[in-house]
Nanobody, 127 residues
Framework: QVQLVESGGGLVQAGGSLRLSCAAS????????WAWFRQAPGKQREFVAA????????VYQDSVKGRFTISKEYNVNTIYLQMDSLKPEDTSVYYC????????????????????WGQGTQVTVSP
């Protein structure tokens, strides 16, 4: 089993920045694919960004390209989502997800592809 714990959420003004962290523990040696999803009130959970560190592949939702960056710190089994130029529409609960080895970029964007999920961290962007 793999456990994921997100942190770093909070309240920020539009135009500001936040860095989310996702700390992984357990049988992480088999995990190569990591992603961030988000869910706003009354909306479905949606893909934000993903990374496969074996292939160095990254993929982003169009609305966050150029503003968000997903990365991984290998020696501490933590992934990050650096969020810059935040907008009120980025307000959501952000979830970290992980799976063994996803290399297809379409598959990396699908919730059903991920077996492991964190509990989420709230990000609120004020106008």
């Amino acid at each position: 089993q793999v456990q994921l714990v997100e942190s770093g959420g909070g309240l920020v003004q539009a135009g500001g920045s936040l860095r989310l962290s996702c700390a992984a523990s357990g049988r992480t040696f088999s995990i190569y694919s990591w992603a961030w999803f988000r869910q706003a009130p009354g909306k479905q959970r949606e893909f934000v960004a993903a990374i496969n560190w074996g292939s160095s592949t990254t993929v982003y939702q169009d609305s966050v390209k150029g503003r968000f960056t997903i990365s991984k710190e290998y020696n501490v089994n933590t992934i990050y989502l650096q969020m810059d130029s935040l907008k009120p529409e980025d307000t959501s609960v952000y979830y970290c997800a992980a799976d063994r080895d996803l290399t297809n970029t379409q598959r990396m964007q699908q919730m059903s592809a991920y077996d492991y999920w964190g509990q989420g961290t709230q990000v609120t962007v004020s106008p």
